[in-house]
T-cell receptor, first 115, second 110 residues
Framework: DAGVIQSPRHEVTEMGQEVTLRCKPISGHDYLFWYRQTMMRGLELLIYFNNNVPIDDSGMPEDRFSAKMPNASFSTLKIQPSEPRDSAVYFC?????????????FGPGTRLTVT | GQNIDQPTEMTATEGAIVQINCTYQTSGFNGLFWYQQHAGEAPTFLSYNVLDGLEEKGRFSSFLSRSKGYSYLLLKELQMKDSASYLCAVRVSGTYKYIFGTGTRLKVLA
């Protein structure tokens, strides 16, 4: 069974450009999470969805960040315009509620570099 | 506020035992998780505690004291492949929101 799939794995872009990160959760999972990881701040939750509906976006740093989940098998995280401080590894994770314990399955991450 | 504290780095010798501590202050608690993350890879689930006490899983054990806001991960018979970062995370009660610590980087020496 395929795990969480993320694309691209690496992204290098210039400041001011739009960046779109993609995620395909594990089939059947009903929760999807977007995280950002940096050395200084560790792993931070940006937003999570339940059955394609955003539940908590309090971790989204500012209006430049937006996330969508148009269907159960696809989600995007968009940064527009990008800034150098957005450079980080972005992870997508999915979970299945009702599974005990409620562990999260992480994708391989997208390493974003904004120059 | 919400805060999770872990030591930044630890070093131990192959074959030894190491204990990684985690203290937390969160607005509500519904479980504490430990994840392992090798350099350049994604975090993977190790253990979960929701009640006080010790949970054992092979070479790894995790302990929780809810009254003290404290947990530890115990790794026995250390192997070189255990060199990784270990992340402590708390699930906030009433939500599926997880707060992660910044992780403890463990180096296992031969």
């Amino acid at each position: 069974d395929a795990g969480v799939i993320q694309s691209p794995r690496h992204e290098v872009t210039e400041m001011g450009q739009e960046v779109t990160l993609r995620c395909k959760p594990i089939s059947g999972h009903d929760y999807l999470f977007w995280y950002r990881q940096t050395m200084m701040r560790g792993l931070e939750l940006l937003i999570y969805f339940n059955n394609n509906v955003p539940i908590d976006d309090s971790g989204m740093p500012e209006d430049r960040f937006s996330a969508k989940m148009p269907n159960a098998s696809f989600s995007t995280l968009k940064i527009q315009p990008s800034e150098p401080r957005d450079s980080a590894v972005y992870f997508c994770a999915s979970s299945l509620v009702g599974r005990n314990p409620l562990e999260q399955y992480f994708g391989p991450g997208t390493r974003l570099t904004v120059t | 506020g919400q805060n999770i504290d872990q030591p930044t780095e630890m070093t131990a010798t192959e074959g030894a035992i190491v204990q990684i501590n985690c203290t937390y202050q969160t607005s509500g608690f519904n479980g504490l998780f430990w994840y392992q993350q090798h350099a350049g890879e994604a975090p993977t689930f190790l253990s979960y505690n929701v009640l006080d006490g010790l949970e054992e899983k092979g070479r790894f054990s995790s302990f929780l004291s809810r009254s003290k806001g404290y947990s530890y991960l115990l790794l026995k018979e250390l192997q070189m492949k255990d060199s990784a970062s270990y992340l402590c995370a708390v699930r906030v009660s009433g939500t599926y929101k997880y707060i992660f610590g910044t992780g403890t980087r463990l180096k296992v020496l031969a």
